[in-house]
C-alpha cells in the first residue's frame, strides 16, 4: 500500500507565506516525477508545480517566482514554499506522484491539504 500524506496547510494573509510537505510512505522501487495541483471551488485540478527525480522543475505561470518545490529522494518527501501569497492561491492543494511498483509505473494522489489566504 502507497500512501502521501501532505502536511502544512493552513490560513494566511495576503503577502504572507507557507510551506507545504509531503511524504511517500509504503512499498515502491522508486518515485519518479513528484509535484503539487491545486483545485479552486467548482474547476478542475490544475498544475502548480513538478519535480522530476533529477530535480528539474516545472511551474504554473501564475506561480512563477513566488512558489518553490523541491524534493528529498532519500526522504520520498516533496515541498512546495509559498511566498508572497495572494487571496488567488486559495484553494485545496494536492500532492502527486509517480512510483515505479513491480514493473508498472502508478499515478498517486494526497487527499489534499486546504490553503487559504485572506485579502
Known amino acids: 500500500q502507497v500512501q502521501l500524506v501532505e502536511s502544512g496547510g493552513g490560513l494566511v494573509q495576503a503577502g504572507g507565506s507557507l510551506r507545504l510537505s509531503c511524504a511517500a510512505s509504503?512499498?515502491?522501487?522508486?518515485?519518479?516525477?513528484m509535484g503539487w495541483y491545486r483545485r479552486f471551488p467548482g474547476k478542475q485540478r490544475e498544475l502548480v508545480a513538478t519535480i522530476t527525480s533529477i530535480g528539474n522543475t516545472n511551474y504554473a505561470d501564475s506561480v512563477t517566482g513566488r512558489f518553490t518545490i523541491s524534493r528529498d529522494n532519500a526522504k520520498n518527501t516533496v515541498t512546495l514554499q509559498m511566498n508572497s501569497l495572494k487571496p488567488e492561491d486559495t484553494a485545496v492543494y494536492y500532492c502527486?506522484?509517480?512510483?515505479?511498483?513491480?514493473?508498472?509505473?502508478?499515478?498517486?494522489w494526497g487527499p489534499g491539504t486546504q490553503v487559504t489566504v485572506s485579502s
Open positions: 509504503g512499498s515502491f522501487s522508486s518515485v519518479n516525477a
Open positions: 502527486n506522484a509517480v512510483f515505479r511498483i513491480v514493473g508498472l509505473t502508478v499515478n498517486y
